[in-house]
């Protein structure tokens, strides 16, 4: 078979990305939106967002830190607390304020400590989302320091999603970011309103890029990276043509000097290369004809949103990863760095 010298798609979405806030902000929307036409913020901001005012606020910097011609969409999450209210949460999203909910459990990732310490905790926030059709967004992994960090998303899924799931069978529910064969199968297996995101970074990379040569900071995320294996289910799922599973990059970039530390933060910038990433692996697989329907339509089917009008083109042209973006004093260290990727999206006029 013949490889096509370009790839034209429907223009796609990103239903997991962290924007971030302050001098990141305009670094972060910028290569966002020159990827994609809409995409799902993530909350876990300093303060995290919890209220309208705050995510109509956000929604205004997002706004503003878009470079002019680029035509993009944040769509905003609440992050769910202990303490959150449940009747700001569902007027949020009755009047498109929020499109969903992100569960972290307390402590599990970034900015996550004013998280939800027991789900139990926010039963009625679900039961209210259930209701009128809200998606809940879980980073599936539990926080006990005694469960080994490579189990901690299997273990979430055995003694808090399944519990969860079964006390409201009719809630949406988007598994994030999923690393696992466990979650793969899980999510198979579940009914239709149970869905999962996929990484670009979690296709390409297994735990040895953590210690490839040395310590890697720029290959440390959260969910970490799980064995080849893994990685093996979570590429048959992507390319598998199931709605259930689709794009959503979580690419979270941090400072330079944060990720290159004694304690690096978790994060893998893909923003900047995130279609030319995830094209790779759909070639690689033998289902570059995929791409778009699970780049460009499963998610906002999932969603309940309209398909993106016009189209985005991937041309086969090796290009070279560079091996820093900077902007506003802010250096990130992208997925990729310094490395050639077969692929590149064609930037619009
Ligand atoms: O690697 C990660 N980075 N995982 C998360 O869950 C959060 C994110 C961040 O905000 O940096
Ligand atoms: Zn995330």
Redesign the pocket.
């Known amino acids: 078979m013949t490889s096509p010298s370009q790839l034209t798609l429907r223009r796609p979405d990103d239903w997991h990305v ?1 924007l971030r806030d302050g001098t990141m902000l305009e670094l972060a929307v910028a290569d966002t939106a020159r990827q994609f036409a809409r995409a799902i913020c ?1 909350p ?1 901001l300093v303060p995290p967002v919890t209220t309208r005012a705050a995510a109509l606020s956000y929604r205004q910097r997002i706004q503003a830190a878009c470079p002019a011609g680029l035509d993009f969409t944040p769509l905003l999450t609440a992050y769910l607390t202990d303490a959150i209210d449940p009747q700001e949460v569902a007027a949020g999203y009755e009047e498109g304020v929020f499109a969903a909910c992100k569960l972290y459990p307390a402590g599990a ?3 996550s400590d004013a998280g939800v310490t027991d789900v139990r905790n926010i039963d009625a926030v679900l039961e209210s989302m259930q209701e009128i059709g809200m998606p809940l967004l879980v ?1 599936g992994e539990v926080v006990n320091p005694e469960v080994d960090v490579f189990d901690r998303e299997a273990v979430f899924i055995e003694t808090v999603l399944e519990p969860l799931l079964s006390r409201f069978p009719g809630l949406k529910v988007v598994l994030e970011h999923i690393t696992t064969r466990d979650a793969v199968n899980f999510v198979t297996a579940a009914p239709v309103n149970v869905a999962a995101t996929i990484t670009a970074h979690h296709l390409h990379i297994d735990r040895n890029a953590l210690f490839d040569g040395g310590l890697r900071p720029h290959a440390y ?2 969910p970490v990276a799980k064995r080849r294996g893994h990685r093996e289910a979570l590429r048959h799922a992507a390319v598998s043509g199931n709605p259930k599973f689709f794009l959503g990059t ?1 690419s ?1 970039p ?1 400072p330079r000097s944060a990720k290159e530390s004694a304690c690096g ?4 910038y893909t923003a900047p290369v995130a279609l030319e990433s995830y094209a790779e692996v759909f070639e690689e697989e033998g289902r570059l004809e995929r791409l778009e329907a699970f780049a460009s339509e499963y998610g906002p089917r999932f969603y309940g949103l309209a398909l993106n009008a016009g189209s985005v083109t991937l041309e086969r042209t090796v290009q070279t990863v560079p091996e820093v973006v900077e902007n506003a004093g802010q250096s990130v260290v992208p997925f990729k760095a310094g490395q050639e990727l077969r692929w590149r999206l064609r930037q619009r006029a």
């Open positions: 962290h993530m876990n990732t970034t900015n980073h995320c959260l979580d979270a941090h933060c978790a994060g893998i």
